[in-house]
């Protein structure tokens, strides 16, 4: 069966001697992929900021820029492809595959225009490929690295979007996509609106959150790793965030995180006294919080858009089936006019939308899942589904070998892989995103600290042979 010992095995690293006078820094010889590190971080922090350039800095070019995390990837592949840092596997081999043959399908048989084709594509071309480059190239140091910037850059997006919340949608801070003046704020609930904080859509705030909160529970079972003082603002930051954001979402993923955080001292017995800590630590934050007017406003809107919400889809159980589910069967058993190869990559898209001009998107279900078999139809979608949900597993299990050994930070992670990768947005940018990096950090944070990718060219005009450490074929047939 597929399974996934570890993503990359250690070996020791070895080191040739060099010639004098190569003209080769140490910093290179030490790591021949920082270049590449270097565009894993650019769309990291873009993915988190270029909703800001988009309403603030550079609205003239929204469109553009909507796309700019895209060369970002392409460039990172072209190296890692050029040193043979991409492992062959099934998931991305079948997953190319799948994105070259709907490709052609949405020309011949879909809707047939090549723009709106290609912006559906590179999900499968660009961004899935990039997952396993950032797999491959950062390990689990990197992770823990992202995780501390990740913390101190939560802290002042929540003081955003406290202002956002509170001011009226004209305001300079609530100003749309392209420097629209009617706001970016989404409807709430009690006169108030959703905030959108950095990004250009309010579903970023849930999503950045809800990844953030995995560094947070992490470093409160690991407080020695970061600073005790960044760690309770941070956490201040995520809890107050959930009552100003008005999102459901945010508030199930974050109680999905401690739900895996929880299970993890039933696995692993010594993190129950941390756990019982951490819990003392928010409990300690939402009393302080509690102190102030502004957050008794926040949680009371909140609760009322919880409540209503809730009776409006069912209760709970309406609430989880339906929005983790994604609509699997309403997308089989509704979609009888869906032909056969669908409706083309990208029909479903914003963009796809607004470039087929007058085209009405119909009947391509509701959900992720819906929405991949009526772009592509019931075969190839389905293929799609089955490739999400097998390497989901096979991250899964290798997770809860690291939980295993006594390493949380995969396992922390996974509660926001889970709720992303089987089923989450791949057709919006920042969701899109958000499953992008997940998948390529978790993947990473299952490599040994400190390790070195090994990569097959030696540096152009210098006999420097770069540190070695072999790959395992991710998903190999075993």
Request: one cysteine or more.
């Amino acid at each position: 069966m597929n399974h996934l010992t570890t993503y990359q095995r250690n070996t020791k690293k070895t080191f040739s001697a060099t010639k004098p006078n190569t003209g080769v820094s140490k910093s290179v010889a030490k790591d021949p992929n920082a270049l590449i590190k270097k565009f894993i971080w650019a769309y990291f922090i873009l993915l988190i900021f270029e909703g800001a350039l988009r309403k603030w800095v550079l609205p003239g070019l929204s469109t553009p820029l909507l796309v700019i995390r895209d060369p970002i990837a392409i460039a990172a592949i072209i190296l890692a492809l050029q040193k043979g840092l991409i492992p062959s596997n099934i998931y991305l081999n079948t997953m190319f595959g799948i994105g070259v043959l709907a490709t052609m399908t949405t020309m011949v048989f879909g809707h047939g225009n090549i723009f709106v084709d290609l912006f559906g594509a590179r999900t499968f071309l660009v961004h899935f490929p990039f997952i396993f480059v950032v797999g491959s190239v950062f390990n689990r140091d990197d992770i823990v690295k992202i995780g501390k910037v990740t913390l101190w850059i939560i802290i002042p997006i929540a003081i955003l979007v406290a202002l956002q919340f509170y001011s009226p949608q004209s305001s300079l801070v609530n100003r749309g996509v392209g420097g629209n003046e009617e706001g970016a704020g989404f409807t709430g609930t009690m006169g108030y609106y959703r905030p959108s904080g950095t990004f250009s859509f309010t579903n970023g705030i849930g999503l950045m959150y809800g990844f953030a909160s995995c560094f947070v529970f992490y470093f409160w079972l690991a407080k020695n790793e970061i600073n005790k003082i960044i760690l309770l603002i941070a956490t201040g930051s995520l809890l107050i965030v959930i009552p100003l954001s008005i999102s459901r979402g945010l508030f199930f993923s974050i109680a999905v995180t401690f739900l895996f955080m929880i299970l993890a001292s039933a696995r692993k017995p010594k993190f129950l006294t941390q756990i019982i800590v951490a819990l003392l630590g928010g409990v300690f934050v939402i009393l302080l919080l509690s102190q102030f007017s502004f957050f008794d406003t926040a949680k009371e809107v909140f609760l009322a858009r919880f409540t209503n919400a809730n009776e409006s889809e069912g209760g709970l159980e309406g609430v989880l089936v339906d929005r983790y589910l994604g609509g699997l069967i309403g997308a089989l058993t509704g979609n009888d006019k869906i032909p056969f190869f669908g409706m083309g990559l990208g029909f479903s898209s914003n963009v796809g939308s607004q470039l087929l001009s007058g085209k009405v998107v119909s009947g391509t279900g509701e959900g992720e899942w819906g929405r991949i078999i009526g772009e592509m139809g019931a075969l190839i979608g389905i293929m799609v589904i089955i490739v999400r949900l097998a390497f989901s597993f096979n991250v899964a299990l290798s997770s809860y070998k690291k939980l295993s050994k006594g390493d949380i930070l995969p396992w922390l992670l996974l509660s926001f892989f889970l709720l992303n990768i089987p089923q989450g947005n791949w057709a919006q940018p920042t969701a899109l995103g958000f499953c992008v990096i997940i998948a390529g950090f978790l993947l990473a944070s299952l490599n040994d600290p400190k390790s070195v990718i090994r990569h097959t060219r030696a540096s152009d005009n210098n006999n420097i042979k770069a540190p070695v450490r072999k790959l395992s074929t991710f998903g190999r047939i075993r």
